[in-house]
């Protein structure tokens, strides 16, 4: 498996990889970070991670209230990306 730092390291892998005749997913599986449209319009589709940027924003946004309303206290937050499989993997 190759992983990447972003979707469109693993896109540009993609197209370098099928040049070379590697096939994919069956001899390298191809895995992205952050869920960007390539990832829909890759052939083979790619499969990658949703950091989930919408719930990170709501989740900062939400302590930042807090502590502008003197509410601030030390507080842990877990975001758990989502692994979006497509053909890729």
Known sequence: MRASANDRVAFAMVQV???A???IPEKVAVVGYD???LGRVARPALTTIDPRPDK???A???LLLEALRG???AKRVVIRP???VR???
């Open 17 to 19: 990889l099928g040049l």
């Open 21 to 23: 005749g590697v096939r």
């Open 35 to 37: 869920d960007s449209g």
């Open 56 to 58: 990170l924003i709501k």
């Open 60 to 62: 900062a946004a939400g």
């Open 71 to 73: 509410k601030s206290r």
């Open 82 to 84: 989502a692994l979006i």
């Open 87 to 89: 053909a890729s993997s």
